[in-house]
């Protein structure tokens, strides 16, 4: 189980939608992210960050624990996603599971999403003047669930302007193995041209019928 939130770039100073406070300057605060971590996320297109910058142990068991809840329709706030991909009695079982933008249904959830500690270190990183939301998303993956195709996010967000200045954090909220179905990403991709045509196979997006590497193998 995971939470992946999508930045934007916000040419307005501030860090965060949904804060009075992610409204102040950034010269008055203090920088989070290291010169080296700047460097390294710029290189490889990634940055691994242990530390618990934003949620700790019970903070992330709490949002797990709703996850069951969620995906049965059960809405803290009575507001539901926007998108909502498998419903239990009706959906295969072993794909796997999604719901976009949680931040309206939870208020945990919420929380993360919307933190003016998260747009600050995303905005560090990506050298913006500030971020807002783009969306949310959780993830569920229970054993033997099938592959989410590997895929550039840039070709889904089009809708965004200034178009392809996006950043994303990826919370895993259980612990993960390389052997476990875990997120994958290839080293500099974000280099890489834009490639459209993966669109082609997007009905394979959470079952894919071929190798889930075929979109990226035809980006690269």
């Not at 993956?141 to 950043?167: C, G, M, R, W």
């Amino acid at each position: 189980r995971a939470v992946r939130v999508l930045k934007r770039v916000s040419r307005r100073r501030g860090y965060s939608t949904g804060s009075s406070a992610g409204q102040r300057k950034k010269n008055e605060r203090s920088q989070i992210m290291t010169k080296e971590q700047i460097e390294s996320y710029q290189r490889d297109g990634y940055l691994l960050i242990s530390d618990p910058l934003f949620i700790t142990k019970t903070f992330s068991d709490g949002i797990k624990n709703k996850f069951e809840a969620l995906f049965s329709g059960q809405f803290e706030t009575g507001i539901f996603p926007d998108e909502w991909h498998w419903r239990k009695g009706i959906s295969k079982e072993d794909a796997t599971r999604e719901i976009v933008n949680a931040w309206k249904c939870d208020k945990s959830i919420a929380s993360l999403v919307l933190s003016e500690t998260l747009g600050q270190c995303i905005s560090e990183l990506m050298s913006w003047p500030g971020t807002k939301i783009g969306q949310d998303d959780i993830w569920w993956k229970p054993p033997n669930t099938k592959e989410v195709i590997l895929h550039q996010d840039s070709p889904y967000l089009s809708y965004f302007q200034p178009q392809f200045e996006t950043a994303t954090a990826w919370f895993a909220l259980d612990d993960t193995y390389s052997d476990a179905g875990t997120l994958e990403y290839v080293k500099g991709s974000h280099t890489w041209k834009i490639f459209k045509e993966n669109f082609k196979i997007e009905n394979e997006f959470f079952s894919p019928k071929t190798n889930y590497k075929l979109p990226m193998l035809r980006a690269a």
